[in-house]
T-cell receptor, first 114, second 112 residues
Framework: DSGVTQTPKHLITATGQRVTLRCSPR?????VYWYQQSLDQGLQFLIQ???????AKGNILERFSAQQFPDLHSELNLSSLELGDSALYFC?????????????FGSGTRLTVV | GNSVTQMEGPVTLSEEAFLTINCTYT??????LFWYVQYPGEGLQLLLK?????DKGSNKGFEATYRKETTSFHLEKGSVQVSDSAVYFC???????????FGAGTRLTVKP
């Protein structure tokens, strides 16, 4: 157990639908990062929050949004889902604003859009 | 911008063989370098790291040395086991960028 908790582990949904992925960071970590892992694109950085505020944005689609709550857990919302959104979505956390000392990853949410 | 290039896989080795997975990086600052391992069905786990030039990271028999002159951080293990079969990712992070940059991953299969 890495200390980073992601729910649900698996999600199957239809095109056009909306889903919410949840992440609880390791105790004491203030930063949460979201990554998408697909077979053809590797690990793509989506977005980072630090202590409730958005700090960095990567290749995140406009249909996707995220937030970090006062208790530091984070949610990634994916809407108007397309077949191409099927992927593994990872959350990672770190103590600092940057990943200079490394991240701790959760076990991921596997999203299948049918 | 910062980027990481690692050797393409897949790599297939016999048990007890020597492993090298090459990783080179491009960075404007002084990055920290990492190797992560992903076992089937799991998330990424930090395998080892080095935060400055000439540092050697090591863990579970794996080693990598931060070479600034060649901008490299190659992963090595003297004798691989079947249980080392996984995908290995090289990554870098520095104080100027909030997100960590990952290589494409190298799948290693070790056969008994």
């Amino acid at each position: 157990d890495s200390g980073v908790t992601q729910t649900p582990k698996h999600l199957i949904t239809a095109t056009g639908q909306r889903v919410t992925l949840r992440c609880s960071p390791r105790s004491g970590d203030l930063s949460v990062y979201w990554y998408q892992q697909s077979l053809d694109q590797g690990l793509q950085f989506l977005i980072q929050y630090y202590n409730g505020e958005e700090r960095a944005k990567g290749n995140i689609l406009e249909r996707f949004s995220a937030q970090q709550f006062p208790d530091l857990h984070s949610e990634l919302n994916l809407s108007s889902l397309e077949l191409g959104d099927s992927a593994l979505y990872f959350c990672a956390s770190s103590q600092s604003q940057t990943g200079h000392y490394g991240y701790t990853f959760g076990s991921g949410t596997r999203l299948t859009v049918v | 911008g910062n980027s990481v290039t690692q050797m393409e896989g897949p790599v297939t080795l016999s048990e007890e063989a020597f492993l090298t997975i090459n990783c080179t990086y491009t960075a404007t600052g002084y990055p920290s370098l990492f190797w992560y391992v992903q076992y089937p069905g799991e998330g990424l786990q930090l395998l080892l790291k080095a935060t400055k030039a000439d540092d050697k990271g090591s863990n579970k028999g794996f080693e990598a040395t931060y070479r600034k002159e060649t901008t490299s951080f190659h992963l090595e293990k003297g004798s691989v086991q079947v249980s080392d079969s996984a995908v290995y990712f090289c990554a870098l992070s520095d104080y100027n960028n909030n997100d960590m940059r990952f290589g494409a991953g190298t799948r290693l299969t070790v056969k008994p």
